[in-house]
């Protein structure tokens, strides 16, 4: 039975149900009683395992199929009319084009399946940053996840009305075919299309398809901003608040910031850090001039690889409850979950994530194919399992920034951390993000991946108007968060990573926000912006070492926040291309104008070359021709020898 009067989402269902033909549709309502039998109809067809519940208290294990295991970037397309719109990183299609393939593929999918209707809500229920969806889906899985990732339920229909809008999403597993595997989004249309895939980055629509791609859109048309960012709060000793959003690639530790446990020291003084939001970040200007987030999810869909007690305490306690787990290992002896890097201890009897059973002695952690999880397997944990979660995360009115930080994997050139000198310049310091790729991912270090903004996935539009809107929104701000770049990954000589990183980025983190108060502490102004006085950055009680023998000192710490502007001379001209390359056209002047500035202000003029001496070719021909030869063979030998000693 329908749990609203609303056409608008009824004939949404309707156009759905006649297309996919399932024997039955169900509203879900959000009670715990349907949730409650929802998953014990999972367990009893094998769609989930029931973990331990002792151990592991209403906690699940779920398999997809192995051509199935992560987003599909490739297969992710924007439809916009024009192709100009979608923009030069996005994959585009037709509209038209595109809803013509997946109707066919999604035509009767479902029958002989049950079609549930999912109302959410990203964002708290009638706050103003809330905006409202409904996916249809085939896939009980899929509902327990949003049911943990979202709101959901009847009071998001209540929230929408008789008369309200919504953002469409459509949802069929089909065949799992990869081959007939497609994500549609329509910017315009506000509207998701997912067909042939049960992998949650893929399916749980409200994610990355609606929080990022369909919101970024509706961002730049309505004027606030949509961002692939994870919002912390540090809490003083005192009891004053301050707020973070922060973006970063893959791989470069923004869940374990989002989540970091301070120095002992810190938490000794009172400092606290407070989780808001591991991902996503809606910000809005506020009334105050000041820009405010919100996390407009509800849960944590987290790579469980790597997470354990001391990578990242606050995320693995979050799993321990209430949490779906999805591609780890089964540990037998006790009904739990393992998955490498969770215990140094290998599970001696254990099915690995394709249900196969796994032989430990054949494990190499240098080849992926060995392992008992999947390099991507996963979790969606309830945020109110963090034990860092802030009291702010339900807020209505979201929290003020104080600061913007960007970051990416570079082993050189980038300092551990700078500051820009204005807001547009902290928006070219973003759309310049990237990182450097390892050996173990592609066979090659140093290649750069670029990654504006942490959003190169997840942009529903040009990325070059993205940027123009980021250019428009401090424009409106009166009090503007301070922007910053940092760097935990630099490496010396040897390779050795110059920086501890995890818990001591509280370090880093304090300077950023003594640079943000009303008596900001004092910088040094280099070719790149504001970088740390060395001294201003507590060192105290950090003893990890850069290699062994060798201790982290003042020095040590000089070291890292270098700026060698040879380097970044390079780094202007390989931005240049990359702009020319990739982004190609609209590209906003103020863009420009700050690479122009970077390359004026690492111009290093060539070294002349000494003219020769005028006194030598005064000399009388007659004693020039005795010595010339003499002093030409002089030279020649100390070369040869200095050459040999090289090698």
Not at 88 to 110: K, Q, V
Request: charged share 25%; proline share 6%; with cysteine.
């Amino acid at each position: 039975m329908a749990l609203t009067k609303n056409k608008k989402v009824l004939d949404f269902v309707e156009s759905s149900a006649n297309l996919a033909q399932p024997n039955n549709i169900v509203w879900i309502d959000g009670s715990a009683a349907q949730i409650k039998a929802l998953k014990e109809e999972a367990v009893k067809s094998g769609e989930l395992i029931k973990l331990n519940e002792n151990l592991l208290p209403d906690c699940y294990l779920h398999r997809t199929k192995v051509n199935d295991v992560a987003r599909v970037e490739d297969r992710t397309f924007i439809c916009t009319p024009k192709k100009e719109d979608a923009g030069p990183i996005n994959y585009w299609m037709d509209p038209r084009e595109a809803r013509e393939l997946t109707n066919e593929i999604a035509r009767g999918s479902m029958k002989g399946r049950t079609m549930y209707v999912i109302p959410y809500s990203m964002g708290v229920v009638g706050s103003p940053f809330a905006k409202y969806g409904i996916e249809v889906t085939d896939s009980i899985y899929v509902v327990l996840n949003m049911n943990i990732m979202t709101r959901v339920g009847k009071k998001v229909l209540d929230a929408i009305g008789k008369n309200g809008d919504f953002i469409k999403g459509f949802h069929a597993k089909c065949d799992v075919d990869a081959d007939k595997r497609y994500i549609m989004h329509f910017p315009e249309e506000n509207s998701i299309v997912s067909v042939n895939s049960a992998y949650g980055g893929n399916v749980l629509l409200g994610k990355k398809c609606f929080a990022l791609r369909i919101a970024s859109y509706l961002g730049k048309n309505e004027g606030w901003m949509a961002e692939h960012m994870l919002i912390l709060g540090v809490t003083y000793p005192d009891g004053e608040k301050k707020y973070v959003a922060a973006a970063f690639p893959s791989a470069c530790g923004k869940t374990n910031l989002a989540m970091l446990i301070p120095p002992k020291h810190y938490l000794e003084k009172g400092f606290k850090i407070e989780c808001v939001g591991d991902d996503i970040a809606w910000i809005r200007v506020g009334k105050d001039g000041r820009l405010w987030a919100v996390n407009p999810e509800n849960g944590f869909f987290g790579v469980a690889p790597g997470t354990n007690e001391h990578s990242n305490y606050n995320a693995l306690e979050s799993t321990k409850r209430g949490t779906i787990f999805t591609n780890v290992a089964l540990n037998t002896d006790n009904m739990t979950v393992w998955w490498e890097g969770l215990s140094k201890e290998l599970p001696e009897h254990c099915i690995d994530w394709t249900g196969k059973p796994w032989n430990s002695e054949k494990f190499d952690k240098h080849d992926k194919s060995t392992c008992a999880a999947h390099p991507n397997s996963r979790f969606t944990a309830p945020a109110e399992n963090c034990p860092c979660v802030s009291p702010d995360f339900n807020s209505k009115e979201g929290v003020p920034l104080s600061a913007i930080i960007f970051g990416g994997r570079r082993a050189s050139t980038t300092p551990l951390v700078y500051q820009s000198r204005d807001w547009n310049h902290g928006v070219f310091i973003g759309s310049a993000m990237s990182s450097e790729t390892t050996a173990a991912a592609t066979g090659a270090t140093g290649v750069l991946r670029h990654d504006p903004m942490a959003m190169k996935p997840f942009a529903g539009y040009h990325m070059g108007d993205y940027f123009k809107h980021w250019i428009d929104m401090g424009a409106k701000v009166k009090n503007p968060p301070k922007i910053f770049n940092v760097n935990w990954f630099r490496q010396d000589a040897d390779g050795n990573f110059m920086w501890p990183g995890f818990g001591d980025n509280m370090r880093v983190l304090e300077w950023i926000l003594k640079r943000c108060g009303d008596s900001p502490i004092d910088a040094e102004e280099t070719a790149i912006g504001y970088v740390p006085k060395a001294e201003d950055i507590d060192i105290s009680e950090l003893d990890y070492n850069i290699a062994e023998g060798k201790p982290f000192t003042l020095d040590s710490l000089k070291e890292i926040l270098t700026v060698d502007k040879e380097k970044w001379s390079k780094e202007a001209e390989e931005i240049e291309a990359y702009y020319n390359n990739s982004i190609k056209d609209r590209i906003p002047q103020e863009l420009w104008d700050c690479l122009a500035t970077l390359k004026a202000n690492c111009y290093v003029a060539p070294v002349a070359e000494k003219p020769a001496k005028k006194a030598a070719a005064k000399k009388p021909a007659a004693k020039t021709a005795d010595k010339k030869p003499a002093a030409k063979k002089a030279p020649a030998k100390t070369a040869a020898k200095k050459t040999t000693a090289k090698k």
